[in-house]
């Protein structure tokens, strides 16, 4: 079993930044991949940032690209997404997943989650 806990959010005005953590625990592979998601009330979940725990290869959203920042410490077992220059359109609930491959987590089916944590970006 893994368990997934996101924490970092807030409230934080437009053009701030933000760090969100996702702690993992139990059973992990080398070969996993970690991805971050976002749903807005009233949205579909999407994709934001996916890396893989070994070799730290990584995949990012056209809408985060070069203002996040996925990232790890395997040795910590977490996951960082540094968030900067944030716009209100970012403001959602923010979920960890991790899965066996980047395909799975990129579908957004993966196995297992974290509870999400808020992040609300005002004007």
């Known amino acids: 079993q893994v368990q997934l806990v996101e924490s970092g959010g807030g409230v934080v005005q437009a053009g701030g930044s933000l760090r969100l953590s996702c702690a993992v625990s139990?059973?992990?592979?080398?070969?996993?991949?970690m991805g971050w998601f976002r749903q807005a009330p009233g949205k579909e979940r999407e994709f934001v940032a996916a890396?893989?725990?070994?070799?730290?290869?990584?995949n990012y959203a056209d809408s985060v690209k070069g203002r996040f920042t996925i990232s790890r410490n395997n040795a910590r077992n977490t996951v960082y997404l540094q968030m900067n220059s944030l716009r209100p359109e970012d403001t959602a609930v923010y979920y960890c997943?991790?899965?066996?491959?980047?395909?799975?987590?990129?579908?957004?089916?993966?196995?297992?989650w974290g509870q999400g944590t808020q992040v609300t970006v005002s004007s």
């Open positions: 997943a991790t899965d066996r491959s980047f395909t799975i987590v990129r579908s957004g089916t993966a196995l297992y």
């Open positions: 139990g059973r992990t592979f080398s070969t996993y991949y």
């Open positions: 890396v893989k725990w070994s070799g730290g290869s990584t």
